[in-house]
T-cell receptor
Framework: GQNIDQPTEMTATEGAIVQINCTYQTSGFNGLFWYQQHAGEAPTFLSYNVLDGLEEKGRFSSFLSRSKGYSYLLLKELQMKDSASYLC????????????FGGGTRVLVKP | EPEVTQTPSHQVTQMGQEVILRCVPISNHLYFYWYRQILGQKVEFLVSFYNNEISEKSEIFDDQFSVERPDGSNFTLKIRSTKLEDSAMYFCASFPSGQGGTDTQYFGPGTRLTVL
């Protein structure tokens, strides 16, 4: 089976940096995804890691360590619109390439 | 940019009734999925569909659920006899190739199902 853990909630100040950690246990790892989800809306893709290291996309970066079963999403220069839930999801090497999601981390950006 | 669409956006039904949720995946995608998210909880995988058959399903996807691709564009989820606990947001997703890599699953806007 798969188990994914991430903090429930984080608060940060506008303009600051926040790091959201995700730990996972899975068989047949085939990539880790980060999605952003605003309340009542669908998840939207932010980043993807399958090899160890850092992937940078503008204000967002994501890091993966497969040996540690660990990833983080780094949000820089926080803006009020970044207040949302951030979902860590793992893809398995199985017939359907399904995604298994963590519970999400709700980030509240304060002025 | 192509996107996944879903109808209706909100469905209210009585317990025991059948509902059909509809999705139009992105046209050149090969894998299709249904996920659900109960209010305040995590997104949960229900079923994946490839080459006109189910490729994987979760424990949630029991006999009351079925999926179908009745034509070249629509992908439907049917719940035969709805229960109160089926109230959730249902997301359809599609995936380009099924070969992994950087391809990601694209999610539709969701259908909010309310069972009374």
């Amino acid at each position: 089976g798969q188990n994914i853990d991430q903090p429930t909630e984080m608060t940060a100040t506008e303009g600051a940096i926040v790091q959201i950690n995700c730990t996972y246990q899975t068989s047949g790892f085939n990539g880790l995804f980060w999605y952003q989800q605003h309340a009542g809306e669908a998840p939207t893709f932010l980043s993807y890691n399958v090899l160890d290291g850092l992937e940078e996309k503008g204000r967002f970066s994501s890091f993966l360590s497969r040996s540690k079963g660990y990833s983080y999403l780094l949000l820089k220069e926080l803006q009020m619109k970044d207040s949302a839930s951030y979902l860590c999801a793992v893809r398995a090497k199985a017939a359907g390439n399904k995604l298994t999601f963590g519970g999400g981390t709700r980030v509240l950006v304060k002025p | 940019e192509p996107e996944v669409t879903q109808t209706p956006s909100h469905q209210v039904t009585q317990m025991g009734q059948e509902v059909i949720l509809r999705c139009v995946p992105i046209s050149n995608h090969l894998y299709f999925y249904w996920y659900r998210q109960i209010l305040g909880q995590k997104v949960e995988f229900l079923v994946s569909f490839y080459n006109n058959e189910i490729s994987e399903k979760s424990e949630i996807f029991d006999d009351q659920f079925s999926v179908e691709r009745p034509d070249g564009s629509n992908f439907t989820l049917k719940i035969r006899s709805t229960k109160l606990e089926d109230s959730a947001m249902y997301f359809c997703a599609s995936f380009p190739s099924g070969q992994g890599g950087t391809d990601t699953q694209y999610f539709g806007p969701g259908t909010r199902l309310t069972v009374l």
